[in-house]
């Protein structure tokens, strides 16, 4: 059975990229095909996105990369903006059609979402919508912070609302400072009702555990 996982977070800048890249390295480690996919991305230098480079680089070879990313704009703004300003609209289709191209060539497909779940991306559709259409399910990385709490329960809330299902979380301790982190993380344990996949600790991406077997149940042993 092939496998698909979509990955979101709480806001922008929590650490999608960096635990899509790891889960893909991962599944790669124990022989699969991974293909990792940012279907939309706003923010690029010369035709280069650094989230794209991150995740083909931990991807195994040879996948196309209009295929991993169908929406690429220079603006590193709302991706409904910068596709306003480039006379582009994103239609799902175009993101459903590459997603299902990139499963035939992989065992399992680890798409990053944009921004948080609920960022705008045409004046119809949201990355809700985008989960929603390939009916993947979710994985939330929470970028521990003061106000991580509401952030993440609200969206835990909005996943369920999109009638998806919360695979499991990711604590991602992106504020060194932060006071009692341990303690907030036992109350996301306790309400998100999800298991926990890493506790990623700060500093420089390094190789941290992954627990896979919940991933394994949601999806099947590809």
């Not at 009916?135 to 970028?143: A, E, H, N, R």
């Not at 990623?200 to 992954?210: L, Q």
Request: proline share 7%; hydrophobic share 50%.
């Amino acid at each position: 059975m092939k496998a698909g996982f979509f990955v979101t977070g709480t806001d922008t800048g929590v650490g999608k990229t960096m635990f899509s890249a790891a889960l893909l390295q991962r599944f790669g480690a124990l022989g699969l095909r991974a293909a990792g996919m940012k279907p939309v991305a706003a923010g690029s230098r010369d035709g280069s996105n650094e989230d794209i480079e991150a995740l083909i680089a931990a991807s195994s070879p040879g996948l196309d990369r209009k295929l991993v990313c169908p929406y690429l704009f220079d603006a590193p703004i709302a991706p409904h903006i910068a596709a306003s300003e480039t006379g582009i609209t994103i239609d799902l289709a175009v993101i459903e059609r590459a997603f299902g191209a990139l499963s035939a060539q992989a065992d399992v497909v680890v798409i990053e979402g944009v921004g948080g779940f609920r960022v705008p991306l045409n004046e119809r559709d949201d990355a809700a919508d985008m989960a929603r259409r390939l009916g993947l399910p979710l994985i939330l990385v929470v970028g521990l912070r003061l106000g991580c709490l509401n952030h993440a329960l609200l969206t835990r809330d909005a996943i369920e609302s999109a009638g998806l299902t919360l695979t499991g979380w990711v604590a991602n301790r992106i504020d060194p400072g932060m006071a009692r982190a341990g303690e907030n993380i036992q109350a996301l344990l306790e309400r998100l009702q999800a298991p926990l996949l890493a506790d990623v600790p700060f500093g420089p991406p390094s190789d941290f555990p992954i627990a896979l077997e919940p991933l394994w149940r949601a999806r099947g042993s590809p």
